[in-house]
């Protein structure tokens, strides 16, 4: 499967603890975002990567939220002190810089509840 | 700021009728404007997109959308719906100038039998 990968799938934490969810992306593509959906609603917006450069940030992302990518490749995020809120699915998408139509693809997302 | 409604949140059909899911979509800009689907336990999946080309816009699975300015509408249709069409479907804008995608609250496709 060559689509966007992101691991683990599931996580189930105690509130206050810290958590850190990986996407791979598509291979070459240097564009990458992270969303988070919660039930019953369309995904939102939390950041967006071209390359390394962290370049769009939702004021959704507080400081508990930290979004890397190091090397351009693939991608962490990581929530600190965990809250019952933070419960959602964390979405990540890549697209290529180069396609015109940009169209993004997604992965299938990594489920976070918060007990 | 742009934004998009999606007026129904679920929406009925038999198979083998006509499908019709609503989108209006609020933007001071030529908006670039997508339809997604999603099904259970399953990632997104880009149905068509209207970037300012021609005005109706033919995607995957025998899916069309028909952008409207002057109803500030972007309709999806399909003539015939499939049991494998029941999924989740959400409308999305882009804003302008950036690349972050605003999505609606999505409508539930129910296919019946």
């Known amino acids: 499967d060559t689509g966007v990968s992101q691991n683990p799938r599931h996580k189930i934490t105690k509130r206050g603890q810290n958590v850190t969810f990986r996407c791979d992306p598509i291979s070459e593509h240097n564009r990458l975002y992270w969303y988070r959906q919660t039930l019953g609603q369309g995904p939102e917006f939390l950041t967006y990567f071209q390359n390394e450069a962290q370049l769009e940030k939702s004021r959704l992302l507080s400081d508990r939220f930290s979004a890397e990518r190091p090397k351009g490749s693939f991608s962490t995020l990581e929530i600190q002190r965990t809250e019952q809120g933070d419960s959602a699915m964390y979405l990540c998408?890549?697209?290529?810089?180069?396609?015109?139509?940009?169209?993004?693809?997604f992965g299938e997302g990594s489920w976070l509840t918060v007990v | 700021a742009q934004s998009v409604t999606q007026l129904d949140s679920h929406v009925s059909v038999s198979e083998g009728t006509p499908v019709l899911l609503r989108c209006n979509y609020s933007?001071?800009?030529?908006?670039?404007l997508f339809w997604y689907v999603q099904h259970p336990n399953k990632g997104l999946q880009l149905l068509l997109k209207?970037?300012?080309?021609?005005?109706l816009v033919k995607g995957i699975n025998g899916f069309e959308a028909e952008f409207k300015k002057s109803e500030t509408s972007f309709h999806l249709t399909k003539p015939s719906a499939h049991m494998s069409d029941a999924a989740e479907y959400f409308c999305?804008?882009?804003?302008?100038?950036?690349?972050?995608?605003?999505f609606g609250t999505g409508t539930r496709l129910l296919v019946s039998p």
């Open positions: 933007s001071s800009y030529s908006p670039s």
């Open positions: 209207y970037t300012s080309a021609a005005t």
């Open positions: 998408a890549s697209s290529l810089l180069e396609d015109r139509g940009n169209t993004i693809y």
């Open positions: 999305v804008v882009r804003v302008t100038g950036f690349q972050k995608l605003v």
